[in-house]
T-cell receptor
Framework: NAGVMQNPRHLVRRRGQEARLRCSPM?????VYWYRQLPEEGLKFMVY????????ESGMPKERFSAEFPKEGPSILRIQQVVRGDSAAYFC????????????FGSGTRLTVV | GQQLNQSPQSMFIQEGEDVSMNCTSS?????WLWYKQEPGEGPVLLIA?????ELTSNGRLTAQFGITRKDSFLNISASIPSDVGIYFC???????????FGKGTRLSVIA
């Protein structure tokens, strides 16, 4: 299965801890997108990355959130000092080089902050 | 940020009925897409539309890209229980800009 792989599927963190979410794009896809979904809500764009570059981070909160997509390895979304309001489903998607097609989404990481 | 207006918010229908949902925006989009999300999973692409006026089918699903480029609709004919889920519209304004999503239409099918 060469789909978008996200891990972990579920993550529980205490307030103040760090959360690290991983995403491996589909084979041959070099564009990665992170979205956040709150209960009963649609998906809100957070950040768009290509290998070693952040292309658009207009949806990222200014503090505590960061993302990277290194030359080797998965894309990482990091949330420092988590708060209850960070509890949500975080989805990663990828698209081919041309980027004109729809995205392929992973199954998401459900973050719960207690 | 930019948000698409999707309606209805939820629908309860009898098995075998047809379903229609739509999405509107105050801005022009160059691409419209429709996704379906089932519980505990990520959205799955159903139909992609790239040209104003385009009408595209995928089995019992039909979607159209509005002439004004500010709207799109999705029809599901002869609904079945496995159609249950949340349907999202998504649009892209240009080039490789990120997709913007609607809030979804929650579809329930009563057998």
């Amino acid at each position: 299965n060469a789909g978008v792989m996200q891990n972990p599927r579920h993550l529980v963190r205490r307030r103040g801890q760090e959360a690290r979410l991983r995403c491996s794009p589909m084979k041959g896809h070099s564009h990665v997108y992170w979205y956040r979904q709150l209960p009963e809500e649609g998906l809100k764009f957070m950040v768009y990355l290509q290998k070693e570059n952040i292309i658009d981070e207009s949806g990222m909160p200014k503090e505590r959130f960061s993302a990277e997509f290194p030359k080797e390895g998965p894309s990482i979304l990091r949330i420092q000092q988590v708060v209850r309001g960070d509890s949500a489903a975080y989805f990663c998607a990828s698209s081919p080089v041309e980027g004109i097609e729809g995205y392929t989404f992973g199954s998401g990481t459900r973050l719960t902050v207690v | 940020g930019q948000q698409l207006n999707q309606s209805p918010q939820s629908m309860f229908i009898q098995e075998g009925e047809d379903v229609s949902m739509n999405c509107t925006s105050s801005s022009i989009f160059n691409t419209w897409l429709w996704y379906k999300q089932e519980p505990g999973e990520g959205p799955v692409l159903l139909i992609a539309l790239y040209k104003a006026g385009e009408l595209t089918s995928n089995g019992r699903l039909t979607a159209q890209f509005g002439i004004t480029r500010k709207d799109s609709f999705l029809n599901i004919s002869a609904s079945i229980p496995s159609d249950v889920g949340i349907y999202f519209c998504a649009g892209r304004r240009s080039g490789n800009t990120p997709l913007v999503f609607g809030k979804g239409t929650r579809l329930s099918v009563i057998a």
